[in-house]
């Protein structure tokens, strides 16, 4: 059974952790760094300090501004400005990924760059959780969280070791808006501030699991075999559905293809897609209109017409790619 938490009521200690400028530092040290980074566990660089002056580990991190991200810190670190050291001694490595996910996804879609976090209204944010005698069940997240991590990772094989295609020496590039290759559209869902639960699958403004942020009890209201991109939020982030879905009308629009789509297609142009990314942000939306003029450079046949098997054919070649469900 989940239940709803205010954040204040799953840590014991919330803070904002002492900083430094990395700039004023040597960056050749033994202890970490951790920045307003969204990736690299908020690790900037290595650097020194007295040991007083280190943020004790085993704590979970949030940059209060820029990009919000929560990480796990096993280890004393030294901490840029605007970190948010978030504490529970009954949790470890395990139970850590499990509410780092689920605080991300209340990260991506309540903050952004004009609407950085503030402690004390961001202790009172609702997270949902397992919960056990009517408070969070850590147990359970640990328990999840192992079952899922040690699976098989270390037996993953593939047949295809050596990738023998070059798109450098493609002759063929060309062009093409997207409004030419898709009919772009907006559900007509309800927009979900918060997940539900359910069967469905509801695709929200995330750079993160393909787009889902949650699980709802609804019919679906899109078809399988189309893509999805963000207009707000992650802004440009894009996905492939292979299932049936509904997604939300005020951050994502929906690419139904003019064409044969697959899987393997459909990585490629995602790919493309996102090497837009750098032209959107918060300020600048991917609006309607945007998104029918946004031009992708594709391989393309001596006509003028994309070449769909050329592109199916690379992913194919691909190391793992045989692993494409």
Known sequence: MNKNFFIKDVFEEISIAKSFDKNQLNQNGQYPFVGRSSSNNGLQCYSDVSPEDLTKGNCITISMVGTFKAFWQPKDFIAS????????KYINFYSALYLCTVLNVLLEQKYTYNRPIQKNKFINEIINLPAKNNKPD????????????????KNIKTNININNSKLKDLKYWKEFKLSELFDISVSKDENLQHS???????????SENNGITGYIDAKPSQK???????RNGSVCSTFYQSKPYCSSPDDIRILTPKFNLNVYIALFIKTVIEKEKFKYAYGRKLGTKR???LKIKLPSKKDGTVDFEYIENYIKSLPYSDLIK
Request: avoid cysteine; proline fraction near 0%; hydrophobic fraction near 35%.
């Open 81 to 88: 400005q605007n970190i948010l050291v978030l504490r529970n």
């Open 138 to 153: 850590i147990e359970f997240m640990h328990n999840y969280i192992k079952s899922i991590y040690n699976k098989n990772s």
């Open 196 to 206: 539900n639960f359910g069967k469905t699958i509801y695709i929200g403004s995330s």
């Open 224 to 230: 399988e075999n189309t893509i999805t991109i963000a």
């Open 291 to 293: 998104i029918q003029n």
